[in-house]
């Protein structure tokens, strides 16, 4: 049984900068692409970030300059870094992972989410 859990987000003002993690626990082999998704309210849910496992990050032009992708696959674990977050950036945060287990067979995960509010 593979889990993701993600954490770190939270309310923070306009500006201001947060740190998502995502970790993937259970019987793992290794960790392929991570992605982050993010679904604002009343919109689709949006591809935010990726990182291989190589460590080679893509972001979205409307997070470009501002999040940074990164992982470290000995815990298992991607992080999002948000600096100068805007409040439309507003929207729960989602990881998205392709995991080989210990069997190797390779599955497609989801996080439960982690809700980020961008206000003043």
């Known amino acids: 049984q593979v889990q993701l859990v993600e954490s770190g987000g939270g309310l923070v003002q306009p500006g201001g900068s947060l740190r998502l993690s995502c970790a993937a626990s259970g019987s793992i082999r290794n960790v392929d692409v991570m992605t982050w998704y993010r679904q604002g309210p009343g919109k689709q849910r949006d591809l935010v970030a990726s990182?291989?496992?190589?460590?080679?990050?893509t972001l979205a032009d409307s997070v470009k300059g501002r999040f940074t992708a990164s992982r470290d696959n000995a815990q298992n674990t991607a992080y999002l870094q948000m600096n100068s977050l805007k409040a439309e950036d507003t929207a729960v945060y989602y990881c998205?992972?392709?995991?080989?287990?210990?069997?190797?067979?390779?599955?497609?995960?989801w996080g439960q989410g982690t809700q980020v509010t961008v206000s003043s």
């Open positions: 990182i291989t496992s190589g460590g080679t990050p």
């Open positions: 998205y992972a392709v995991v080989r287990d210990s069997w190797s067979r390779t599955n497609d995960y």
